[in-house]
């Protein structure tokens, strides 16, 4: 009996300090984009007070990093471990997308939202549908693969693409300031959430979907020329600590339990052919 293999998927290679790289480039895409055609809001009381501004400010910077982000997948070759992930994840892990689904759901500031004109409502919607596309194709699909593929354990793919990821939104200290560095831790701890969701779902449009989710939840108390917050917004405030706090409870318990016998925690090796 001969043992049967696996053929490996084909692409090239991209080691993780070229992803940094790119990760840089594709940030610069988002920056510079909005420094060249951006609406000045700094008189304004929010972020976005119009839809020129979504459009202007965020709508066409991030589609414009979409794109960049679809040219690597395209010129690495690696959409199909891009779009699918298979590393199982126990059951109680399911909670973590769902509950973020919810509290989403329950803290989008409807009140606001109806106070503004329809274009300005869908320009939103549109602008948080590409964050999530745009941010988790460049780093919970190719930076995980990145460390994956760099023989990472799934602890530490967890740990450096989310590291890597809260990061990034340091940019954003261009017109946050000091406030970005603390943007940057928690975004951090929100982007392992997302690994998490890549890896219950096992397809990369679950992440896709809570981020692009949870992130307009969060816009939609800040727009309008005269924004009103919601009470709802503390909830996925409050969830992501709860959050954090189950997982550093039940960290250990994340991985599937090793099959009965199998006392190594993984997957037994393959037995030889004859003759070898």
């Known amino acids: ?39 000045d809001t700094a008189g304004a009381k929010s972020e976005f007070p119009t839809t020129e501004a979504i ?21 690495l070759g690696w959409w199909g471990d891009v779009l699918r992930y298979r ?26 939202l109806a106070d503004q004109s329809a274009s300005m409502v869908l320009a939103l919607i549109a602008m ?22 760099a023989g990472f354990g799934e602890g530490k793919v967890a740990l450096w693409s989310s590291v890597v990821f809260g990061a990034a939104h340091l940019s954003n200290a261009f017109g ?3 406030q970005a560095i603390l943007q940057a831790i ?10 998490l969701c890549l ?11 809570v981020h692009g989710m949870w992130d307009f939840s969060l816009i939609s108390n800040g727009v309008g020329t005269d924004p009103k917050t919601s009470p709802g917004l503390l909830l996925p405030l409050l969830l992501q600590v709860a959050l954090i706090v189950l ?24 037995e030889p052919a004859p003759g070898r």
């Open 247 to 270: 997982l550093l409870v039940r960290r250990r318990s994340v991985e599937p339990a090793a099959p009965a016998g199998d006392t190594t925690g993984g997957p037994a090796p393959a």
């Open 55 to 75: 459009v202007r400010n965020g709508l066409i910077p991030i589609v414009l990093s979409v794109v960049f982000g679809a040219a690597v997948v395209t010129w």
């Open 128 to 149: 948080a549908v590409c964050v999530g596309i745009g941010e988790e194709l460049m780093f919970r699909g190719v930076g995980v693969q990145v460390f994956k593929k």
């Open 176 to 178: 946050a300031g000091s």
């Open 186 to 195: 928690v975004v951090s701890t929100s982007g392992y959430f997302f690994y």
């Open 1 to 39: 009996m001969s043992t049967h293999r696996t053929p490996a998927r084909q692409g090239r290679t991209l080691t993780w300090p070229w992803f940094l790289a790119v990760a840089v480039v594709y940030l610069a895409i988002i920056q510079v984009t909005g420094a060249l055609i951006g609406v």
């Open 87 to 112: 590393a199982p994840v126990r059951r109680w892990v399911r909670f973590v997308p769902v509950s973020m689904l919810v509290a989403a759901v329950l803290a989008i500031n409807y009140g606001n």
């Open 199 to 209: 890896r219950v779902g096992g397809t990369l449009l679950l992440p896709m979907l």
